[in-house]
């Protein structure tokens, strides 16, 4: 497995493989793998010749009062995960080499940021488009893969791929959960034991909604009202939104009849959370 330090050193590598007609897959993280990783990492490896994997923890999609600073990192063991999922390279640049001085382009999108996470985190995508452009221009995927779990970040990967003309084709993976449902993520180290429990509250609020859809509930507000009454039920939780949405626009929807996204984020203690779920009433 190779180590690429620099976006040049990267850009060589790539560029090389292509040349020898190496198709390149790439999987962009922040590190601290865990399982949600890996299944990205185990969904491209049959895919292309190159497997890459990004690690960065990209400054830009942090707002002033997020954890940049706190962001869990183990990068030795991120490593012999990688090279054990069959990884062929690490991109493992450092934010001045991403960043140098004087940098100043942003990729905005219009609309598809104005929705749920969006509203509370005002610059978070703006950032993630960004760094995304900036890795699909330096290790040139023609495929790259997101998991589900982020589910606008996603979306907004989809359309500035489109509105870019990138020839890449974007994948999604689904979402991985521990054995009693929690969504993993690198922020799940952040719990204590209590938090742990309360977090539990976002799946099975998940599974709430689908009862209820499946029992013949339509109205949105309806089972948000059920939902945030139970989340309130669990210690140290504090629900940022509960929405119901086109899976394609995130607008809101007024009635539960075609696929629905249902998207939450609650904060439990300090660690912001978030699940979602795409629910379809006919099934
Ligand atoms: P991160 O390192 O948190 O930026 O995540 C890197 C990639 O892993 C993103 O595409 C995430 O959507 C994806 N990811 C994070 N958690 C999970 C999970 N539980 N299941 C599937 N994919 C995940």
New binding site residues.
Partial sequence: MDILKTKSDMREWSKKKKKDSKTICL???????????I??MEKGKPLCDELVVSLFVNPAQFGPNEDLNSYPSNIENDLALAEKAGVTAVFLPDKKNIYPENFQTQIKLQDLPKFLCGKFRPVHFAGVATVVTKLFNIVMPDIA??????YQ??QIIKQLTLDLDFDIKIMA?????EKDGL?????NAYLSKVQRTSALSLSKSLNLAKELIAGGEKNPAAVKNRIEAFICTFPETNIEYISFCNPKTLENIDSIENHVLLAIAVKVGKTRLIDNALINPAQ
């Fill in positions: 999987v962009p993280t922040m590190g601290y793998f865990h399982q949600g990783h299944s990205l893969i997101f998991g589900q779990k982020d970040q996603l993976g689904d979402i991985i959960r969504a993993m993520s690198s922020r």
